[in-house]
């Protein structure tokens, strides 16, 4: 049987911590705020974007262990987050598409109209033992649809890769989201 090195229980406990203090700060603010976790979106060519995000995407063994609310507070803001990001990405003219439309169907009311590539990379010191699929990665990939860049994230519409390169001072997490038929020549770049 697998056991967690040391390194890798004290970060686990470091990032529980790093959350439950998140929530004392926002018990403690009498006035709402923006939430403080803010992905950085960059646009690259044509058509291709890239969202950073300040941390590591949770991992689902570490959510099962938080108390229910702690819960829903880092899927609230990894999915606020992340939409935030996205509808500050898209123009004021462009906006008008998707604010009118009502249903998934519009033509035109979304940034991608073709099937896309979702690439994921986590950075983090290479002594971390996590496995790129235990990370929750549903909420970023969720707020691409609720912010209307694309229709759907079924099998038809979404390939998913998963990367990993070592970061010792900065562990984080960024996406990639580009059409798909251009993610060879993006990957070969």
Same mark, same amino acid.
């Given at each position: 049987?697998?056991?967690?090195?040391?390194?890798?229980?004290?970060?686990?406990?470091?990032?529980?911590?790093?959350?439950?203090?998140?929530?004392?700060?926002?018990?403690?603010?009498?006035?709402?705020?923006?939430?403080?976790?803010?992905?950085?979106?960059?646009?690259?060519?044509?058509?291709?974007?890239?969202?950073? +995000?300040?941390?590591?995407? =949770? /991992?689902?063994?570490?959510?099962? *262990? @938080?108390? %229910?609310?702690?819960?829903?507070?880092?899927?609230?803001?990894?999915?606020?987050?992340?939409?935030?990001?996205?509808?500050?990405?898209?123009?004021?003219?462009?906006?008008?598409?998707?604010?009118?439309?009502?249903?998934?169907?519009?033509?035109?009311? +979304?940034?991608?109209?073709? =099937? /896309?590539?979702?690439?994921?990379? *986590? @950075?983090? %010191?290479?002594?971390?033992?996590?496995?790129?699929?235990?990370?929750?990665?549903?909420?970023?990939?969720?707020?691409?649809?609720?912010?209307?860049?694309?229709?759907?994230?079924?099998?038809?519409?979404?390939?998913?890769?998963?990367?990993?390169?070592?970061?010792?001072?900065?562990?984080?997490?960024?996406?990639?989201?580009?059409?798909?038929?251009?993610?060879?020549?993006?990957?070969?770049?």
């Amino acid at each position: 049987m697998w056991e967690r090195t040391g390194v890798e229980q004290t970060y686990e406990l470091l990032l529980q911590a790093q959350y439950q203090l998140k929530e004392w700060m926002k018990e403690r603010k009498s006035e709402e705020l923006p939430s403080s976790f803010s992905p950085v979106l960059e646009p690259l060519e044509d058509h291709c974007f890239r969202v950073v +995000y300040p941390e590591l995407a =949770p /991992v689902f063994s570490r959510l099962k *262990n @938080h108390t %229910p609310g702690l819960r829903e507070q880092i899927k609230q803001e990894w999915l606020v987050g992340t939409e935030e990001a996205l509808r500050a990405f898209w123009q004021p003219d462009q906006r008008k598409a998707w604010e009118g439309c009502n249903t998934r169907n519009g033509v035109g009311s +979304y940034y991608f109209q073709e =099937p /896309v590539a979702i690439w994921i990379r *986590n @950075h983090y %010191p290479s002594n971390l033992f996590i496995d790129l699929d235990n990370h929750v990665y549903k909420w970023m990939i969720d707020a691409l649809v609720n912010a209307y860049i694309i229709p759907d994230d079924n099998k038809c519409r979404v390939s998913l890769l998963f990367d990993y390169e070592p970061n010792a001072n900065h562990p984080h997490t960024e996406m990639y989201v580009l059409p798909r038929r251009k993610l060879m020549d993006f990957l070969a770049g």
